[in-house]
């Protein structure tokens, strides 16, 4: 890619290979995020991992591993999120294009 080249969201994201961990990763507890106002979760997470369709979703594999929606849960939501790094080799990949 070319540094003058507008790089999207789309094309960064085709940069990232995952490895699923069998255990866990991030757990949350959805029921906490029922009664959470602002859901910060939602607005934070670059991968666009959590989503509400009547309550909270959420998709571990697109994780990128910034951990930005433990912070944001913990300060301004509900402290609903659970989140550490994958175990060994596991998780995200990021590759050079």
């Known amino acids: 890619m070319s540094t003058e080249e507008n790089v999207t969201l789309d094309k960064r994201l085709m940069l990232i290979n995952f490895a ?48 930005a929606c433990l912070i944001v849960c913990h300060k301004l939501g509900a402290a609903a999120i659970t989140w550490k790094y994958p175990s060994g080799g596991k998780g995200v990949a990021f590759k050079s294009g």
Not at 21 to 27: N, Q, T
Not at 44 to 67: D, F
């Open 20 to 67: 699923k961990d069998p255990e866990p990763f991030i757990v949350v507890d959805t029921e906490k995020c029922n009664s959470c106002k602002t859901k910060p979760c939602l607005y934070i997470c670059p991968a666009e991992v959590y989503t509400w369709q009547e309550k909270l979703n959420y998709n571990t594999e697109g994780c990128m591993e910034t951990g």
